[in-house]
């Protein structure tokens, strides 16, 4: 039944938030963090309260292509 708790504190998060817009460095926090694999559980239910699907998405995407330029780019200059 651990399950149920947590997901009662996130739907309570939701509910009790005033729907406060993350900013963009919490959307690129929360997505880096992610790309790494650390994060504490109070950040993760603080970012599910404040951050939209849609942003982690984009976030996600432009991260992504952001990576991708950057090993392309230091391979491009190891193999010069």
């Keep these: 039944m651990q399950m149920g708790k947590e ?17 963009m460095y919490q959307v690129a926090e929360a997505v880096l963090f992610s790309f ?20 982690i998405i984009i976030g996600g995407l432009v991260g992504g292509v952001i990576f991708i330029l950057s090993i392309l780019s230091v391979v ?3 193999t010069g």
């Design 36 to 55: 790494i694999g650390i994060r504490k559980k109070s950040d993760l239910e603080h970012d599910a309260a404040k951050i939209k699907p849609v942003q």
């Design 76 to 78: 491009k200059l190891v």
């Design 7 to 23: 997901n009662e504190k996130v739907t309570s998060a939701l509910q009790n938030s005033d729907m406060e817009k993350a900013s």
